[in-house]
């Protein structure tokens, strides 16, 4: 079945340590982005690609990076320079441009810091 | 950049109809998202309104004002289940195309 498989769904970390969130697609998508969500807010946007080796800083990028080498993945690096880094990530994919139609999501990350 | 704002929480009595409202302002509109997120889990899209007017699916409508920068959502024959978290998202050409999200509004269904 086509979809968006995020891992791991739940992660905990140190304090000064870097983690990567993992976020494949196999619906085709050109276009991939990163949300994080605090609890009672909506969706900031951290990162998002357009197409293979490209992307773009969202709202909220410092402390993170991500790479898209492949059209099916997209992972996110949440660095020791994130000051704030516990919260619910979510990854989506989409048709790029004007006519993007729906985001589909993964079912999320949830990273804790210990 | 955008400015998108909606009520925090609102509540309602199972069976009624409840508009949820969402203003935006934003440079390069090109279309307005509503999607539903229940707690915990990833959101799910329930309509996307390109051009003035009300586009209806099932119990759920979505209206949109582009000049006045307002969308609503409407929810009839509100069941317990529809008790969740309503995001509005504005998709402009200025954010490269990248859906932003306003804060959502938590609606509680009541008996």
């Known amino acids: 079945d086509g979809g968006i498989t995020q891992s791991p769904k739940y992660l905990f970390r140190k304090e000064g340590q870097n983690v990567t969130l993992s976020c494949e697609q196999n619906?085709?998508?050109?276009?991939m982005y990163w949300y994080r969500q605090d609890p009672g807010q909506g969706l900031r946007l951290i990162y998002y690609s357009q197409i293979v080796n490209d992307f773009q800083k969202g709202d909220i990028a410092e402390g993170y990076s991500v790479s898209r080498e492949k059209k099916e993945s997209f992972p996110l690096t949440v660095t020791s320079a994130q000051k704030n880094p516990t919260a619910f990530y979510l990854c989506?994919?989409?048709?790029?441009?004007?006519?993007?139609?729906?985001?589909?999501f993964g079912e999320g990350s949830r990273l804790t810091v210990l | 950049g955008q400015n998108i704002d909606q009520p925090t929480e609102m509540t309602a009595t199972e069976g009624a109809i409840v508009q949820i409202n969402c203003t935006y302002q934003?440079?390069?509109?090109?279309?307005l998202f509503w999607y539903q997120q229940h707690a915990g889990e990833a959101p799910t899209f329930l309509s996307y309104n390109v051009l003035d007017g009300l586009e209806e699916k099932g119990r759920f409508s979505s209206f949109l004002s582009r000049s006045k920068g307002y969308s609503y959502l409407l929810l009839k024959e509100l069941q317990m289940k529809d008790s969740a978290s309503y995001l509005c998202a504005v998709i402009s050409r200025n954010s490269g195309y990248a859906l932003n999200f306003g804060k959502g509004t938590s609606l509680l269904v009541t008996p």
């Open positions: 619906l085709n998508h050109d276009a």
């Open positions: 934003t440079s390069g509109f090109n279309g």
């Open positions: 989506a994919s989409s048709i790029p441009g004007p006519n993007t139609g729906e985001l589909f």
